[in-house]
């Protein structure tokens, strides 16, 4: 399964937006390189976790710009942390299950940033931008 390689397709014109992004990428990516179920579950329990957090700092952004689709954000957000207590119910030990994992959190990483949060790139304030 392919990995995502960051490129500037990827930036959303806000330092600390892309270089979270790039973190829960290379997060994914360093999933795929694993057959180890401890490890599998750490990695993807510590992408959940820093999820969580990149999340919050980009609902906070979207609230001082005055973002007019945060509310679609926040239901993104909120099905893809719903996604992940499902997936921490899942057998790890499987590799087809490790797998499906891995595509949908890259498929699901790709969609957002590309379709999702191009949206805001040109609604952020220079003043906003870190």
């Known amino acids: 399964m392919q990995g995502l390689i960051w490129n500037e397709r990827f930036s959303v014109g806000v330092p ?7 973190r829960l990428i290379g997060l994914i990516n360093s999933l795929r390189a694993t057959d180890d179920a401890g490890i599998a579950f750490d ?5 959940f ?3 969580t957090t990149h ?7 979207l ?9 679609t954000q926040l239901r993104e957000h909120k099905a893809f942390l719903d996604k992940a207590v499902e997936f921490s119910k899942k057998d790890l030990a ?4 490790c797998s499906q994992i891995t595509g949908y959190l ?9 379709e999702e949060d191009m949206k805001y790139k040109r ?3 220079e003043s906003l931008i870190r």
């Open 16 to 22: 600390a937006m892309d270089a979270q992004h790039q």
């Open 49 to 51: 976790d820093y999820a």
């Open 123 to 125: 609604c952020i304030p």
């Open 94 to 97: 499987d590799p087809q299950i």
């Open 106 to 114: 890259r498929d699901w990483l790709r969609h957002h940033i590309l």
């Open 63 to 71: 609230r001082q710009a005055g973002y007019s689709e945060l509310q």
């Open 55 to 61: 999340f919050r700092a980009e609902e906070e952004l």
């Open 43 to 47: 990695t993807i329990m510590g992408m």
